[in-house]
């Protein structure tokens, strides 16, 4: 059965850093692109960023260009999006999901990230 | 970026009902690109269909998408209790990919 489980959430501070995990199993995580979404009950469900299988390409979309890092580790079975210069606008639950042909079909439970002072 | 607008915002029915649920888009989702998924209260959204039309692993035949260019719709045959949730539509033609703000289905 496949899992996916988001770490790292948590009350940060605005212009603060978090890295947030997600942890996979259950799948041959080589073979996929990984993403991550986030869901806000504002804007509703956004998606964040994604990493090519391997690694070698990754986008992110405009809102978090240049504070947000997405990366992987296949030995570890492992993504990660590394969240810096918070505000509060990226408080959210951040979901990683695994990308297959554009569409996520297996999601994670999700993390909290609540930017606040 | 392609605008999805969902509707009605909620759908009132009750249980062996039939749901019709609209997704419409911005921009001419091409090749069918379109996505749905559920989402209960406090878990992640599930994904119901792909390519407009293709139910996904597990997902049972009262659910079922149809729909091409700008305007989809998910409908759900018979609903059982377990359906009541909100609804998103996805499209993946463009990037970056967007959902539309949901559909609410609540027992009447």
């Known amino acids: 059965e496949m899992h996916l489980v988001e770490s790292g959430g948590g009350l940060v501070q605005p212009g603060g850093s978090l890295r947030l995990s997600c942890i996979a199993s259950?799948?041959?995580?080589?073979?996929?692109?990984m993403t991550w979404v986030r869901q806000t009950p504002r804007k509703g469900l956004e998606w964040v960023a994604n990493i090519r299988l391997g690694g070698g390409e990754d986008y992110h979309v405009d809102s978090v260009k240049g504070r947000f890092t997405v990366s992987r580790d296949d030995a570890k079975s492992s993504v990660y999006l590394q969240l810096s210069s918070l505000a509060d606008e990226d408080t959210a639950v951040y979901y990683c999901?695994?990308?297959?042909?554009?569409?996520?079909?297996?999601w994670g439970q999700g993390t909290l990230v609540t930017v606040s002072s | 970026e392609i605008v999805l607008t969902q509707s009605p915002g909620t759908l009132s029915l009750s249980p062996g009902e039939r749901a019709t649920l609209s997704c419409r888009a911005s921009q001419t989702v091409s090749s069918s690109y379109l996505a749905w998924y559920q989402q209960k209260l406090g878990q992640a959204p599930r994904l119901l269909i792909y390519?407009?039309?293709t139910r996904a692993t597990g997902i049972p035949d009262r659910f079922s998408g149809s729909g091409s260019g700008t305007d989809f719709t998910l409908t759900i045959s018979r609903l059982e209790p377990e359906d009541f949730a909100v609804y998103y539509c996805?499209?993946?033609?463009?990037?970056?990919?967007?959902f539309g703000p949901g559909t609410k289905v609540e027992i009447k």
């Open positions: 996805q499209q993946y033609f463009t990037s970056p990919t967007t």
């Open positions: 259950g799948f041959t995580f080589t073979g996929y692109w």
């Open positions: 999901a695994r990308h297959n042909r554009g569409v996520f079909d297996h």
């Open positions: 390519d407009a039309s």
